[in-house]
């Protein structure tokens, strides 16, 4: 129930951001979601869940399972780039995996604009802090993983990755 005492408002309205921001994000991460749920709880900020109530799932068990994923796949992507001692695939993978080259990563993809924040998070733009960039877009990760599987995965975070390869690959 909102503040005016319509139950089920809250809820339409995140539905109703949701989908105006789905369309676009799909085409900027390169993944068209089988369960669109999957997404927008990737997207869901805390800050959200925590203003509309028990029914609104946010996106903190994905960041973490996301987080997981996308060790396995940097680890697999660097290994297939030739990379075989566990020295260089260690070196390199975390470099990929800093917050820092998430968040720039996450801000290329568009995210800032797609992440759906509480009220008072939004006003405060906490939607355009790296951390929150960084976390959303492992929680996209998931979303993808849970909808798809790994091989899909793979693929389309591997591809995200392809325009920064000679900057990972860097001595």
Not at 18 to 27: A, G, I, P, Q, V
Not at 57 to 75: H, M, N, Y
Not at 127 to 149: K, M, S, W
Request: contains cysteine; negative net charge; charged residues 30%.
């Amino acid at each position: 129930m909102d503040t005016t005492g319509n139950i089920g408002q809250i809820d339409n309205s995140l539905d109703q951001e949701f989908e105006l921001k789905r369309n676009d994000l799909e085409k900027r991460i390169g993944y068209v979601f089988h369960d669109k749920n999957h997404l927008k709880r990737a997207l869901t900020h805390k800050s959200r869940s925590n203003e509309e109530g028990h029914d609104c799932e946010d996106q903190d068990p994905f960041r973490t399972l996301g987080d997981a994923v996308l060790k396995a796949i940097l680890c697999d992507w660097l290994f297939h780039q030739g990379f075989n001692t566990k020295g260089e695939i260690t070196t390199i993978k975390s470099e990929a995996e800093k917050r820092k080259f998430l968040a720039e990563l996450g801000k290329q993809l568009g995210l800032s604009v797609a992440i759906l924040p509480g009220k008072g998070a939004e006003q405060q733009k906490h939607h355009e802090q790296p951390n929150v960039i960084a976390e959303t877009l492992e929680a996209i990760i998931a979303a993808i993983y849970l909808d798809r599987g790994y091989d899909v995965t793979k693929y389309v975070v591997s591809g995200w990755y392809v325009p920064y390869r000679e900057y990972l690959m860097k001595d």
